[in-house]
């Protein structure tokens, strides 16, 4: 069983994502199952940052805390990371010399051999390569593909940068290096949460994004962006995000599936129109990119923090639709369905992400592009003779047309209004049309997912956790049942409304969650009376792991 986890740190700046990127993409068209996932600090240069890889045979998209390798591009981040290298682990570093030391100059070999320090990072891609065995073809490949667009002279000193790198590190490996990486015949997407979104959204008829760049969120609209043509798509750089959430929303009340997606503060300032969505009943899908708060807080880290926040986001009572997926294969899939749904019930959908979620790369072998259906919800204008845009109905669902449609005039009003869309002061009718917008809640629950339910049989004490912590949840009870303890997991990724679930009073349930005050226990005290008395929690900006969570478990 192969299971093989890299460190590469450095300073902003130095270009470890590409080291790192350029090797997990190799490895993932070489047939294994590949996990990566970024901590960087929030500065364009300087500090100590690392890009973390897991490289397997085996379906495993979790973090991971100990590595079997670290590779250094400076000193300082050498020290910070060093601790985090297994007992028998090795270091490729281009100042240090020793046992259990590859040592490559990399920065030397790029000065002296090409004229130029910018190619120590490729250098260092090739020294990777050469320590964990993986065919140099396939590495040349990737490296082909990633440059391509700066012409055939840059592509070619690259590959020979990287052999360079690989010829001097394999002279080192011997004795030390024991793992080999032979092609298998295995294919694998590399996607990142943030890029799977974006081709769920298009897959489900999105067709109009505005957004304004906050981290993690930004890579969405740019993916979009960069490929707009091929997923006949438009996207809009807003000036804020007060303008992104009712540009969408007006989109959408012109009959285009449309979307937006911010962070923390960002949303913070949507919240206004997340209201105003649900007294006009119209669809909209907003992305809250989650990372630690409050205020700025910690930019560019991870956090679940937000879940309370986004359930309750919005003045005043009316339904919406609340996902966290798990990884990018359900995120692709969960945004397509908050589409369908958005737009069936008339309402705005929150898919909750996180940084963790956003920027990690995981290999995913099938989408099941087939399990994605597109219906239109549009009524159809030439049954209706007397058009009510917010008819009084048994199910709370208005037919729906848009402006231009037809010759129906299609009103609408962020007052209260009458079945018409005219503002009124009828205090017997607002009563009728808060009920209205509420019975669409109860029928969507009928629709929600169960949470997923995993080693459930025979266990006494068992995890609940939700989003993107599912993996390293998961890892952990398959840790902690190797050491006979009894023990489960149940995961949620869609959590308002809460599908009707049953817990059993004899089992003994944790929630495990990424933020300081159990919000997931809140909530399903309020919503399912249950009191949860255990919690695991984590906060200090690190995704969780299954290291950290079987030591809370066992430890306290």
Same mark, same amino acid.
């Given at each position: 069983m192969i299971d093989i986890s890299i460190i590469i740190s450095g300073s902003a700046g130095q270009g470890i994502q590409t080291v790192g990127y350029i090797l997990a993409k190799t490895a993932s068209k070489a047939g294994y199952n590949v996990f990566s996932w970024q901590e960087y600090e929030s500065r364009i240069r300087g500090g100590s940052n690392s890009y973390r890889i897991r490289i397997s045979d085996y379906q495993i998209n979790a973090p991971f805390v100990k590595a079997d390798i670290l590779l250094s591009l400076d000193k300082k981040s050498n020290e910070k990371y060093l601790p985090l290298l297994k007992e028998d682990g090795i270091i490729l570093d281009e100042h240090q010399t020793g046992e259990r030391i590859i040592n490559v100059p990399f920065v030397g070999i790029a000065q002296q051999t090409f004229w130029n320090k910018l190619f120590a990072n490729v250098i260092a891609v090739g020294a990777l390569g050469a320590a964990i065995g993986i065919d140099p073809d396939s590495l040349n490949k990737v490296i082909s593909s990633q440059f391509s667009r700066k012409g055939e002279e840059i592509v070619s000193k690259n590959i020979a940068a990287a052999a360079e790198g690989y010829r001097t590190a394999r002279k080192s490996c011997e004795g030390i290096c024991s793992w080999i990486l032979p092609k298998i015949e295995q294919q694998y997407y590399l996607i990142s949460g943030n890029e799977a979104l974006a081709l769920g959204a298009a897959a489900a008829g999105c067709r109009f994004m505005a957004a304004y760049p906050m981290t993690p969120s930004t890579g969405i609209i740019t993916y979009l962006s960069k490929h707009k043509d091929r997923l006949k798509i438009f996207t809009e750089q807003a000036e804020d995000e007060i303008a992104a959430i009712n540009m969408a929303i007006g989109a959408s009340y012109a009959g285009v599936r449309s979307m937006t997606a911010s962070s923390g503060g960002g949303f913070a300032l949507m919240v206004e129109g997340i209201s105003l969505a649900g007294m006009t009943e119209t669809p909209v899908v907003i992305v809250l990119g989650q990372r630690p708060g409050p205020a700025t807080g910690l930019p560019t880290r991870t956090e679940q923090g937000d879940l309370l926040f986004a359930i309750n986001a919005g003045h005043g009572e009316f339904p919406k639709l609340v996902f966290a997926p798990s990884d990018p294969k359900d995120a692709f899939h969960k945004i397509?369905?908050?589409?369908?749904?958005?737009?069936?019930?008339? &309402?705005?959908?929150? %898919?909750?992400?996180?940084?963790?979620?956003?920027?990690? @790369?995981? $290999?995913?072998?099938?989408?099941?592009?087939?399990? &994605?259906?597109?219906?239109?919800?549009?009524?159809?204008?030439?049954? #209706? +003779?007397? @058009?009510?845009?917010?008819?009084?109905?048994? $199910?709370? #669902?208005?037919?729906?047309?848009?402006?231009?449609?037809?010759?129906?005039?299609?009103?609408?009003?962020?007052?209260?209004?009458?079945?018409?869309?005219? =503002?009124?002061?009828?205090? +017997?009718?607002?009563?009728?049309?808060?009920?209205?917008?509420?019975?669409?809640?109860?029928?969507?629950?009928? +629709? %929600?997912?169960?949470?997923?339910? @995993?080693?459930?049989?025979?266990?006494?004490?068992?995890? %609940?956790?939700? *989003?993107?912590?599912?993996?390293?949840?998961?890892?952990?009870?398959?840790?902690?049942?190797?050491?006979?303890?009894? #023990? *489960?997991? %149940?995961?949620?990724?869609?959590?308002?409304?809460?599908?009707?679930?049953?817990?059993?009073? +004899?089992?003994?349930?944790? $929630?495990?969650?990424?933020?300081?005050?159990?919000?997931?226990?809140?909530?399903?005290? #309020?919503?399912?009376? &249950?009191?949860?008395?255990?919690? &695991?929690?984590?906060?200090? *900006?690190?995704?969780?792991?299954?290291?950290? =969570?079987?030591?809370?478990?066992?430890?306290?």
């Open positions: 397509a369905r908050a589409f369908n749904l958005a737009e069936k019930y008339q &309402i705005p959908a929150v %898919i909750l992400t996180d940084q963790h979620l956003a920027d990690s @790369y995981f $290999t995913v072998d099938n989408f099941e592009l087939d399990n &994605i259906v597109n219906k239109s919800y549009l009524a159809d204008p030439d049954t #209706i +003779e007397n @058009y009510r845009r917010y008819q009084l109905d048994h $199910t709370g #669902i208005s037919p729906a047309l848009y402006p231009g449609q037809s010759q129906h005039l299609v009103c609408c009003d962020s007052d209260e209004h009458d079945e018409y869309g005219h =503002i009124t002061e009828d205090l +017997e009718l607002r009563k009728r049309m808060v009920e209205k917008r509420l019975k669409k809640f109860e029928l969507l629950r009928h +629709e %929600i997912m169960l949470p997923e339910e @995993y080693q459930i049989s025979g266990a006494e004490d068992v995890f %609940i956790s939700w *989003g993107s912590s599912k993996n390293a949840v998961f890892e952990a009870v398959d840790k902690l049942r190797e050491n006979k303890a009894k #023990i *489960g997991a %149940i995961h949620f990724t869609e959590l308002m409304p809460l599908p009707e679930y049953e817990f059993l009073p +004899e089992k003994n349930y944790y $929630t495990v969650e990424s933020n300081a005050t159990g919000q997931l226990g809140k909530l399903l005290r #309020i919503e399912y009376n &249950i009191s949860v008395k255990n919690h &695991i929690t984590c906060y200090n *900006g690190l995704p969780l792991d299954q290291e950290y =969570i079987v030591k809370r478990f066992l430890h306290g």
